[in-house]
C-alpha cells in the first residue's frame, strides 16, 4: 500500500520551477517585471549562449535592504500584496512571489542590490550565509548561470540558441512597447543588439513603435484611443493589406501586462472578420486599460492569461473601437479621406449628388443602364463573352448625370468644381484589359481593381439591407429551376424563408428539384443559379438556422452575404463606361471599408506624380 509522504523541499521547488520557467524567456520575463515593479527607469538585460550560460537584468530602481534579500529566495515571498482584497485588485507585475525561489531551484543565482540611503550594496546568494558588501550603483542586478543545471532533462527541450534568443528579443521589445516611459537596452555575447532610450511618454509612444516595429508598421496604421465604461484602449492597428503570415506583430497589453488571452483574440478577429486575406494575421499594438478589481491576473502561474469580470463588456467595446478604426481611412497611407483634405462625410451619395456636372451622381435614381449591354459594345465589348457582358447587377443600380467631365481640368473651365475640390479618387480615364479603371486625382494617377471595389460595395449594401429588413426582392423575368440533391432540397424547405431575407427567393417544386423565382434588387442581373447553388453550399456547410437578426462580423451570415457580393460583382472583362467608372469611384467614397475588398485584398492604390517621375527618370 502506498505511503503518503511530503516532497523534499527541493523537489517541491523544481515542480514549481516547471510551471513558471520553460524556458530562458520566461526567467527574463520575470526579472524585468521585477525591475519595473521596483521603479526602473532603465533596465539592462545581458546575456550568454541565449541565456543558457547567463542572464543579467539591471535596474536602477528603489534596490532592497539587506535583510530583505534572504526573503527575496524564499517561495511566496512578496513585498506587492499582503491580503487578499490586494490580490484581487493587484496593479503590480508580479505579486505570487514564486518567479526567484523557481529560479533558483533550477540555476545559480545572485542578486546584488544598493538602496538610495546606503553607503553600498549587499549581495547574496541561496547557498551563502549572509549577504556580503559589494560595489553596485543604486538599483538591483539579478545574475542566473546555469540555467536547469539541477533539471537537465529540460535543456533537451530547449530550441537553438538563434530561436531562445530570438524569443528573449521579441519580449524585451514588447516590454518597450508597453513601457516608453522606461528604457531598455538588451546585450548577447558582449555585443549590444537593441538600446531604447525612454521617451518621457507614460502611454504608447509614437516614436517607441516605429523604434520597435518600423516605420512601415505606422505608415499601414490606424491609431486608436478611446474610453467608455471605465475602459480605455489605445495604440495602432494596421491596414488589413499589411496583414503578415505570422503573429510576431499582435502585442496587446492590459494594465501594462503582457497578455494573451481568447477574449481580446475574439473581439479583433470579429472587427478584421470580412477585411482580412484568407488565412493572414492581422499587426497591432494595443494598450487596454481598466480598473484592476475588474480583471484578474491570478489565472496562470507565468500571468500571461487574464479573466475579465465582464467578459462581454470587454469584448463588445474593443470590437466597436478596432472595427471603427478599420472603417475609416489609414491617417499615413493615401486613403479616401485624408486624399481630399476632407472626411468620408464629404464625399456621402447626397453630398456628391449636390456638385453638379463636378460629381453627379445620384444613387437610386432611375432609370437603369441598358441591361442589354449596349454601353460595353460601345467601348469594345461586343466580342466580350455574353456570360461577361451579362453581369452588370452593381452598375445596374447607379444612375450617371447629364453631363460627365473628360478630366478635372475640364470641370474648372465648365464652372463646376474647382481643381483642389476634385473627389479623391478623381476621375475616370480608362478601363484596361477590363480589369483596372484608370483615374486622375489631384495627387496623380489611381488604379483600381473594379470587381474587389464593387464587391465591396456590394457586400456593405448587403449587410445593411439584411440589418434593417430591406432586402428589396425583384422577380425574375423568367424563373430559373435548379436540379438538387435531397439534402439541399431539404435544406431550401427548412431556410427558404431566410434565403428570402438574404436577397434569394427559393423553393422546393420537387423531391430533387428548386426554383429560383426572384432576386435582391442590390444583385440585379447576376447569375441566379450560380448565387442559388453559392448559397446552398453555404447553407450545408454553416449552421444557418440559428443565427441572429444582427449577427456579428464573423457571423456565417456574412460569410454568405461576402460570397453572394463576390459572385454578384462585377467581373473581369466586362468593360464598363466611363459614366459607369466614375460612379464606381463616387460609391466608393461613400463606403466604409473601401480600401479593401471582403477577402482583405487592396481595391485601389494611388501613384503620385513624383512617383511617376522616379519610374521616368524625371528631372535625373
Known amino acids: 500500500m502506498p505511503v503518503i509522504a511530503r516532497l523534499p523541499v527541493e523537489l517541491v521547488n523544481q515542480i514549481a520551477a516547471g510551471e513558471v520557467v520553460e524556458r530562458p524567456a520566461s526567467v527574463v520575463k520575470e526579472l524585468v517585471e521585477n525591475a519595473l515593479d521596483a521603479g526602473g527607469r532603465r533596465i539592462v538585460v545581458a546575456l550568454e549562449e541565449a541565456g543558457t550560460r547567463l542572464i543579467r537584468v539591471q535596474d536602477d530602481g528603489v534596490g532592497m535592504a539587506p535583510e530583505d534579500l534572504p526573503l527575496a529566495y524564499a517561495p511566496h515571498a512578496t513585498s506587492k500584496i499582503s491580503s487578499l482584497d490586494e490580490l484581487e485588485s493587484v496593479a503590480s507585475m508580479g505579486f505570487r512571489g514564486e518567479a526567484l525561489a523557481s529560479i533558483a531551484a533550477i540555476a545559480r543565482v545572485q542578486i546584488t542590490s544598493r538602496q538610495t540611503a546606503s553607503a553600498h550594496a549587499w549581495a547574496l ?29 529540460r535543456r533537451k527541450f530547449l530550441r537553438t540558441e538563434r530561436t531562445e534568443f530570438g524569443q528573449i528579443d521579441q519580449l524585451m521589445r514588447r516590454f518597450a512597447l508597453a513601457y516608453p516611459a522606461c528604457g531598455f537596452a538588451l546585450h548577447h555575447q558582449g555585443k549590444p543588439v537593441l538600446d531604447l532610450p525612454a521617451t518621457g511618454e507614460a502611454l504608447l509612444s509614437e516614436a517607441r513603435v516605429a523604434a520597435v516595429l ?53 473581439a479583433i478577429r470579429r472587427a478584421y472578420a470580412d477585411v482580412l486575406h484568407h488565412q493572414r494575421h492581422p499587426a497591432f499594438v494595443l494598450s487596454f486599460a ?15 492569461e487574464v479573466r475579465f469580470r465582464d467578459t462581454r463588456s470587454v469584448q463588445d467595446f474593443l470590437f466597436r473601437e478596432i472595427h471603427r478604426a478599420l472603417s475609416r481611412p489609414s491617417a499615413s497611407e493615401p486613403s479616401l479621406g485624408n486624399l481630399s483634405g476632407s472626411d468620408l462625410s464629404a464625399n456621402s451619395p447626397a453630398a456628391l449628388a449636390g456638385r453638379g456636372a463636378g460629381g453627379g451622381y445620384a444613387p437610386g435614381a432611375s432609370p437603369m443602364l441598358d441591361p442589354s449591354g449596349a454601353h460595353s459594345r460601345d467601348r469594345g465589348g461586343a466580342g466580350m463573352p455574353a456570360s461577361s457582358r451579362a453581369v452588370q447587377s452593381y452598375f445596374q443600380l447607379i444612375q450617371p448625370a447629364t453631363a460627365w467631365p473628360e478630366s478635372p481640368q475640364q470641370v474648372e473651365e465648365a464652372g463646376g468644381v474647382s481643381a483642389s475640390a476634385v473627389p479623391p479618387l478623381g476621375y475616370a480615364l480608362a478601363h484596361l484589359h477590363g480589369a483596372y479603371i484608370l483615374a486622375q486625382n489631384a495627387a496623380g494617377l489611381v488604379v483600381v481593381d473594379a470587381h474587389a471595389a464593387a464587391e465591396r460595395i ?77 448559397l446552398l453550399a453555404e447553407a450545408l456547410a454553416l449552421d444557418l438556422s440559428g443565427d441572429e437578426r444582427e449577427p456579428g462580423m464573423d457571423s456565417p451570415i456574412h460569410a454568405v452575404l461576402s460570397r453572394m457580393a463576390c459572385h454578384g460583382s462585377v467581373r473581369a472583362n466586362r468593360m464598363l463606361t466611363r459614366p459607369e467608372m466614375d460612379a464606381l469611384l463616387r460609391d466608393m467614397e461613400a463606403t466604409e471599408r473601401a480600401d479593401q475588398c471582403n477577402h482583405g485584398r487592396p481595391t485601389w492604390r494611388q501613384f503620385s506624380i513624383a512617383d511617376l517621375d522616379r519610374l521616368f527618370m524625371r528631372g535625373q
Not at 518600423?214 to 499601414?220: A, D, I, K, S
Request: no cysteine; aromatic share 6%; net charge negative.
Open 290 to 304: 481598466l480598473d484592476p478589481k475588474a480583471v484578474d491576473v491570478n489565472v496562470h502561474p507565468t500571468k500571461a
Open 214 to 266: 518600423g516605420e512601415g508598421f505606422l505608415e499601414r496604421a490606424r491609431r486608436i484611443d478611446a474610453a467608455a465604461l471605465g475602459m480605455s484602449v489605445q495604440g495602432w492597428v494596421a491596414d488589413p493589406s499589411y496583414a503578415r503570415a505570422s503573429t510576431d506583430q499582435q502585442m496587446f497589453f492590459v494594465n501594462g501586462r503582457i497578455v494573451r488571452d481568447r477574449v481580446i483574440g475574439a
Open 125 to 153: 546568494a541561496p547557498d551563502w550565509a549572509e549577504a556580503k558588501p559589494a560595489a553596485h550603483p543604486v538599483g538591483t542586478t539579478v545574475e542566473v548561470r546555469d540555467l536547469f543545471y539541477s533539471t537537465p532533462a
Open 458 to 534: 456590394t457586400y456593405e449594401r448587403l449587410k445593411q439591407a439584411y440589418a434593417r429588413q430591406e432586402m428589396h426582392l425583384q422577380p425574375l423575368l423568367l424563373p430559373v429551376t435548379l436540379a438538387v440533391s435531397e439534402a439541399e432540397a431539404d435544406a431550401i424547405e427548412q431556410l427558404a424563408d431566410l434565403f428570402g431575407r438574404l436577397g434569394v427567393a427559393i423553393n422546393r417544386v420537387g423531391p430533387t428539384a428548386a426554383r429560383v423565382t426572384a432576386l435582391a434588387a442590390i444583385l440585379r442581373g447576376a447569375d441566379a443559379e450560380g448565387l442559388a447553388r453559392g
